[in-house]
């Protein structure tokens, strides 16, 4: 899983606080970017299965979409 603060939707927002990749930054700054950084396959699911017990922030990362002119359909 390629992580990429720069290509989050969600960056500079609170989401921010409250998202594994802070945690794994360390709190560094107030808002953090990263990346890009890989999670092999373990890395991701083992993040996932922490997230899901509650014993970690979740993953946050929400992909931006580029921008579509509706004109050209």
Do not use: K, W, Y
């Not at 500079?12 to 930054?25: F, N, P, S």
């Not at 991701?44 to 580029?66: I, Q, Y």
């Amino acid at each position: 899983m390629l992580i990429d603060c720069d290509s989050c939707a969600m960056q500079h927002t609170t989401a921010c606080d409250d998202c594994i990749v802070t945690a794994l930054l360390d709190g560094a700054s107030d808002t953090p970017t990263a990346g890009p950084f890989d999670l092999d396959p373990v890395e991701s699911h083992a993040l996932e299965n922490l997230a899901d017990a509650g014993l970690v922030a979740p993953l946050r990362l929400v992909p931006r979409h580029a921008d579509t002119d509706a004109a050209t359909g």
